[in-house]
């Protein structure tokens, strides 16, 4: 069955530093999305991405945060000058369509770690 | 804005029985509602998609009803199993249209041999 992939699974990194997660949509699918979860809480939508644009996107999503489809597979999230708070599991999920009562379907997301 | 809450944080039931989770919204009565499953550490596993116009939706051991009146949502687990054993989540859109789905803080249910 298809499945949406993340890497890395886990990254470290230093407070301020810029770091990139990488997604790989299910093939026919052409909406995108970005959730986070922090440890203990609840799954929050990021932002959903349709057509080589952002279609809609939360409040925690500010100019700290940037997506991308740099190719025909891939979609990124970048999180510049990042700060403690930003720790938390980014999970990427796509669906066939977005509006149309389609689900989403999750990667395993990437654990971030900000020291 | 919409608010999702799920009947309790854990629910611990003996194998073979029916699991009964409750999920409860507030606000506007969504398009649709969407049932996940996550495992410690991973993401969220689609279940079940139920519809506004559908009062069940079913599928092997798993059994869904949406109620716009009451507005809540039942997720039933037959003939629970240990490997049933993990967090399930509620989730919906936050409005008409809208692409951004709620989720729930989790039902996390122990099915005990």
């Known amino acids: 069955e298809p499945e949406v992939t993340q890497t890395p699974s886990h990254q470290v990194t230093q407070m301020g530093q810029e770091v990139i997660l990488r997604c790989v949509p299910i093939s026919n699918h052409l909406y995108f999305y970005w959730y986070r979860q922090i440890l203990g809480q609840k799954v929050e939508f990021l932002v959903s991405?349709?057509?080589?644009?952002?279609?809609?996107k939360s409040e925690i999503f500010d100019d700290q945060f940037s997506v991308e489809r740099p190719d025909g597979s891939n979609f990124t999230l970048k999180i510049r000058s990042t700060k403690l708070e930003d720790s938390a599991m980014y999970f990427c999920a796509s669906s066939e369509e977005g509006r149309n009562n389609q689900p989403q379907h999750f990667g395993d997301g990437t654990r971030l770690s900000i020291l | 804005s919409q608010k999702i809450e799920q009947n309790s944080e854990a629910l611990n039931i003996q194998e073979g029985k029916t699991a009964t989770l409750t999920c409860n919204y507030t606000n506007y009565s969504p398009a649709y509602l969407q049932w996940y499953r996550q495992d410690p550490g991973r993401g969220p596993v689609f279940l079940l998609l139920i519809r506004e116009n559908e009062k069940e939706k079913r599928k092997e051991r798993l059994k869904v009803t949406f109620d716009t009146t009451l507005k809540q949502s039942l997720f039933h687990i037959t003939a629970s199993q240990p490997a049933d054993s993990a967090t399930y989540l509620c989730a919906l859109p936050l409005k008409r249209g809208a692409q951004k789905l709620v989720f729930g803080q989790g039902t996390r249910l122990t099915i005990n041999p």
């Open positions: 991405f349709y057509n080589n644009e952002i279609s809609e």
